[in-house]
């Protein structure tokens, strides 16, 4: 699984174990629902800036981890 499909589901999971729509989180994170579904299908390559801004909205950070 790549890793844009990972980050992807993980947003996806945490936008809705706070009962948020992909509407809704795009409002708060000045975007598209376009935009918020296709990061959660992994088929985005989004920037560091779009995704700080989208877990901050959720409540989240990012975490970078390289083995």
């Known amino acids: 699984m790549s890793l844009q499909r990972k980050m992807g589901e993980e947003i996806g ?7 948020m729509t992909q509407q809704e989180l795009a409002r ?3 975007t598209r629902q376009a935009n918020i579904s296709r990061l959660e299908r992994g088929i985005q390559n989004p920037s560091l800036e779009f995704l700080e801004r989208v ?6 950070k990012i975490r970078i981890k390289v083995d």
Not at 13 to 19: D, E, S
């Open 55 to 60: 877990t901050k909205c959720l409540g989240k």
């Open 28 to 30: 708060h994170a000045k």
């Open 13 to 19: 999971r945490a936008r809705k174990q706070i009962g």
